[in-house]
Each structure stands twice: as C-alpha cells, then as structure tokens.
C-alpha cells in the first residue's frame, strides 16, 4: 500500500456555518464549498491547507454517523484521511494483515472520491479514512 499524503482532517460540528466562523473568519482559510453526500447523511464542507484540507462534517440526519459521534463525544476531531495510490489494494493489503475494515469495497464519497473506513478498534481508537482520487 502506498500513503501519498494525509488528504484531510476530519471534524464534526453541529453547524457548518457556525464552524466556518473559526476556519474562515479566524484563521483565514478559504471556505471551497459545501457538499451534501446523502449516502452518508453527512454535508461536508473543505477548507484547503497547502496540499491538504480540513473537512468539516455536519449531520443531516438525527442517526448519521456525525450525529451519533456528536452525541457521544461532541464536537471535533473525526478522522484522517489518507490519500492511497490504489484503494482497491491498500483495503486487499489491509484486510490480509487482519486490519479491521468498516468498508471492504470503497465508496463514493464528497468530491466523488472513493472512500473506504478503517475501524478505529484496529488504529488505536482513531478513525481512518483511506481515499483515492
């Protein structure tokens, strides 16, 4: 498996307009656009930082995974995501080593890049993005 980058952090938050305050008003990165992944229940919004960015993740539904995240944790840090030269593989690879998977086969994700999860019980308590665009 090859790990070109980190492609993104990850953070939930309850309003993406309220979170854009920070990133954008705040700290000044340019707010790219908001995004609705429905499969998800997610709207995501990006704000890119040199050759990464910072997603932010608001629910669109009470049982969507952010949601759920919220209310056990509350706001903030999500996951990383790892860019990979080939997801097909790296998942393949992954699942060999007994790598616990939330997705086996990639999905589409915001921007139309194909997504997979890691389950964070096989990463150390942190949840993992594997992507490939």
Not at 27 to 34: T, V
Not at 37 to 60: C, I, N
């Amino acid at each position: 498996m090859k790990v070109l980058k980190i492609d993104h952090l990850g953070i939930a938050v309850n309003s993406i307009e309220d979170g854009k305050n920070f990133w954008s008003d705040v700290l000044g990165l340019e707010f790219e656009g908001a995004e609705t992944v429905q499969e998800q229940k997610v709207t995501t919004a990006f704000f890119p930082v040199g050759e990464s960015e910072v997603e932010l993740l608001e629910s669109t539904a009470p049982d969507g995974p952010v949601a759920k995240f919220i209310e056990k944790k509350g706001q903030g840090f999500q996951h990383v995501a790892f860019r990979v030269e080939n997801i097909e593989e790296a998942l393949a690879e992954l699942k060999e080593k007994g790598i616990k998977l939330i997705d086996e086969t990639p999905r589409i994700g915001a921007g139309g890049a194909k997504i997979a999860f890691l389950h964070p019980k096989a990463t150390g308590g942190v949840l993992v993005e594997l992507c490939q665009r």
